[in-house]
C-alpha cells in the first residue's frame, strides 16, 4: 500500500486502473445484452469463460467439448491480457515478463478452475481459490520463484478488478427481498465480532493497523473486506496477504466442521444456514456449507445473510479510513502532527470499494428498473465469471509471494493465535444472535425451514 502523501495521478493508480476496467467489464455486459426470446436474456459481446462442469470422469468436465474449452480459454486469455495490460502500461509493467508470467498464472488458474469441479470436492465446497493459493505455495515454498512470475503476479490488482465486478452482483432489489433479517444479523454480528477481535488482538499486542485488517475480515466478509481494510488503513500488502491466506484455510476447516455441529444440535436449516452465513469468511464456502447442511432454506439464508455483510464493505472502508487519518496517523506522527484534512479521508478511501458500489448502483437503479430482473440476472452471471477468474488469479499470486512457515511465524504466532481465538468467539456470539432471529423463538421465520 502506498504511504498517504504519495499519491499517484489517476492513470498511474492501481485502484482506479481497477475500477476502470471492471467498469469496462461491466459497460460490455449492458451493451451487448439481448433477449433471445421472452424472459430469457444473454450478454453476447462479452467473452465468456470456458465452460466446465461437474465431474468424476475428466471428460464430463468439459460439456462442449475439449476443442471449445480450450479456444474460450484461448480468447479470455488475450481479453485479460490485453485490458490488464492497458493498465499496465500506465503503471509501467515489466511486459517482458508479465506476459509470459501472466499466461503461466492463468493456466494454473485455469487447472484450479477444473479441478474445484470434480464431484467429490465440488460437494464439500472445496473452491478454486484453495487450488489456486496451493499451487502458488507449492512453487514458493519448494522452488524458487521465477522473476516472470514475480511480474505478473500483480495480487491487488487482479483482486480489485474482481471486487469491482462483484458490485455488479450486489443489487437493492435482492436485499430488500432478503429481508430485514439478514441485515440486523449482518449488523449486530459485525459490530460486536468487529470490536472483540480487535481487543483479542491488541490483546496479543497485535499492531493496531494489522488488529483492525484482522477484524474485519473476521467480522465482515473475509478477502474482500482484507483487501479493503488494508486500502483504507494503508496496511502494509504482506500483512494483507497473510490475512487473506488465514481466511482460506479457515474457511476449509469450518466447512468440515460447522455443518456436522449444526446437524448434531438438531438445528433448523434456516438457523443453521444463516449461523454458517454468518461465520464463515468466504461467499462460496458459505453457499457449499449450506448445501452440505441440506434443504433450500439453509442454501437460501447462508446466502442472504453473506450478501447483507458484503454490502457492509463499502461503510466499513469509509469509517476505517476515517479512523486512520484523522486519529490512527496522527498518533504514530506524534503530538506535533498537524490534523489532517478532510479531503485525506478521499484519498485515503480505497477507489475499488468506489468502484464496487457504483456497479451496484448502475445495475441497481438503472439497468433492473429498464430491463428487468432476468436481464440482470444474465449480467451479473457474466460479471461473477470475471469475478472469479481474477480472484483465481489473485490467489495463485497470494500464493506465489507467501512462505508457509511465515504465515504461522508471523509476529511469533500472536496474529494467528488471535485470529483464531476470534473466530471461535465470532461462531459463539453468531450461534446467539442467529437463535434470537432465526429459531422463531422471538420472529416468526422469513424463511421457513424445510
Known sequence: MSNGN?????????????????WFILLIAIVGLKELEAGKWAVGLLPAGPKIGKWTSLAAAFPKGFGTFLWQSVILFVFITVITGIGGAFMKFDFKRYIPGFLVIFILALVS????????FAKWGIEYVIFALAFGLIISNIFKVPQILKAAGQTEYFIKIGLVCMGAGILFSDVLRGGFMGLVQAVLVATAVWFLTYYICRAFKVSERFSSIIATANSICGVSATIAAGGAIQGDKKEVSYMIAWV??????????????AKWMNLPNNWAGAWVGGVIDNTGAVVAAGGIIGGDAAYKVAAMVKMAQNVLIGLVAFLLALWATMSLDRKEAGA???RPS????????PKFVLGFIIASIVVSVFVEPASGLKAVKAIGSATKTYRNWFFALCFVSIGLETNFKELVSVGGGRPAAAYWISQTANAVWTLFITWILWSSTFFPAVIPPD
Request: glycine share 2%.
Open 113 to 120: 478452475m477444473v479441478l474445484s469441479k470434480q464431484a467429490f
Open 6 to 22: 504519495q499519491r499517484p495521478p489517476v492513470l498511474q493508480s492501481e485502484d482506479w486502473w481497477a475500477c476502470f476496467l471492471g
Open 342 to 349: 478532510f479531503m485525506e479521508i478521499w484519498y485515503r478511501f
Open 248 to 261: 482460506l484455510v479457515c474457511a476449509v476447516v469450518l466447512i468440515l466442521v460447522m455443518p456436522p455441529i
Open 336 to 338: 506535533t502532527a498537524e
